[in-house]
């Protein structure tokens, strides 16, 4: 399929303009790198690049990221029409778009993943070698890198003696934004250039809704009551927002310092994640303890598909991942539990569990997604204890005690047509002891 772009560049990015690179940050409130960009004074081109390299990888045509990234730039596309300008959308690779525009500069903001850190690190070589700076800024974290270390310089692996540290830090700073209603002049004067369709991307639309973009107080003032239970309203849905930048993690904190601590604590969490992904890139292939590398997996396949499918007999795990393949969403509580059942009770890789949820999840993000997988299975920093296996039934009773979210997604329970339970939690839970307690020799 022939790559979308539009039919003069060089029209739309003359050489005494600046480029604002979207990626994810796709909003025009409060985006750190947009507001450097415009503060400079030169026209600034806004544009966003399909990247082939990240969108040949994904093997479902309806990946509902795609077209919620297609929305979104639809909705930044009629913002920035209203000022005057347009959004510029190609569809390729980065470094062979940029090797063909002459702008004065280019601007953009962080991304901590180990594919685009080496893109961004071309791209910034090409750019400097044509005598083009390549600006990049803090924007989809609060802190990042070595900003919040341990005194001897050291990164953190344990979340609560960095999550003091960040929180310590963000009361001596506060929390900056960056409006650019006063800058927004700058955007370039252009007619509206066209987006590609879907279809043009070799993707499809599938028409299902996603989240709004709303923030919720009162879902965050009852958040620490009411985070466990998934049959009930208890959590924002933002973290689609959060992932593609449609909100602005620094709204959101400002938001729950006032609201509640403990949902405060979950965008921590997120910082902590992309702090060790920084610090430890390795983990994306590997146990951050190298000893858990040593585990004997089972790693099933019929077992494996079962609970891809939801059918491993145990309700509160299939309506999990029922939930997941239907919207591209799990509970977090679920979460934990179906990661902890696939790791433990079946003793299948976490690495299979993981890439299962890259593939589905609509809020996927590496480092949160790394980060709870090797949480669930113990071998994660900070990570529940190899001999913790959560019990399906217990976390039933206590999360979901009337089954109504086991209802919704699992209707035939009760009924010949509901599987009997592919392991039994007992044999499993002493397997997997077993299996853990001879790859740690002993622990």
Not at 195 to 202: I, K, Q, S, V
Not at 386 to 400: G, H, I, S
Request: hydrophobic share 40%; charged share 25%.
């Amino acid at each position: 399929m022939k790559p979308f772009s539009p039919t003069k560049s060089s029209d739309v990015i003359p050489e005494d303009s600046n480029v604002f690179w979207f990626r994810r940050d796709l909003r025009l409130t409060d985006n750190c790198g947009l507001y450097h960009a415009l503060r400079e004074g030169r026209p600034v081109v806004p544009i966003f690049i399909f990247d082939t390299e990240i969108l040949n990888q994904l093997e479902d045509k309806q990946d509902r990221r795609v077209e919620f990234i297609h929305q979104a730039l639809q909705t930044l596309q009629e913002q920035l029409v209203a000022l005057g300008s347009s959004l510029v959308v190609v569809h390729g690779s980065p470094l062979d778009f940029f090797s063909r525009w002459q702008p004065r500069a280019v601007f953009t903001n962080h991304d901590y993943e180990p594919y685009a850190r080496e893109r961004d690190e071309r791209v910034k070589q090409q750019l400097n070698s044509r005598g083009i700076a390549f600006n990049t800024f803090k924007d989809q974290v609060i802190f990042e890198k070595d900003e919040v270390v341990k005194d001897d310089g050291r990164p953190y692996t344990v979340f609560t003696p960095y999550s003091k540290k960040w929180k310590a830090r963000l009361a001596a700073e506060g929390v900056t934004s960056f409006d650019i209603s006063k800058v927004q002049q700058h955007f370039k004067k252009m007619p509206p250039q066209a987006l590609p369709a879907l279809e043009a991307l070799g993707f499809k639309a599938t028409g299902q809704p996603f989240p709004p973009r709303v923030i919720k107080t009162s879902i965050i003032e009852a958040y620490d009551r009411q985070r466990n239970y998934p049959g009930i309203d208890g959590t924002t849905r933002l973290s689609v927002h959060l992932r593609f930048g449609t909100v602005s993690i620094r709204q959101l904190v400002k938001v729950a310092r006032q609201k509640n601590d403990v949902w405060l604590n979950e965008l921590i969490w997120r910082d902590f994640y992309h702090m060790i992904l920084w610090h430890f890139p390795q983990v994306v292939t590997k146990a951050f303890k190298p000893d858990y590398d040593k585990v004997a997996w089972r790693n099933n396949a019929t077992e494996f598909r079962a609970w891809c499918e939801g059918r491993t007999g145990y309700p509160i795990v299939d309506a999990g991942m029922r939930e997941l393949n239907a919207t591209g969403y799990m509970h977090n509580r679920v979460r934990m539990i179906v990661a902890s059942f696939l790791t433990k009770h079946l003793l299948i890789d976490w690495r299979w569990g993981e890439a299962y949820f890259a593939q589905k999840l609509l809020d996927f993000d590496l480092a949160a997604n790394n980060g709870g997988w090797q949480w669930a299975a113990g071998s994660g920093c900070d990570a529940a204890p190899y001999f913790r296996v959560f019990n399906p039934a217990l976390q039933t009773e206590k999360f979901d005690p009337d089954h109504i979210y086991i209802k919704k997604w699992v209707p035939e329970l009760g009924t010949p047509a509901y599987p009997a339970p592919i392991v039994d939690h007992a044999a499993a839970r002493e397997r997997v002891l077993n299996a853990y307690s001879v790859a740690l020799k002993g622990q």
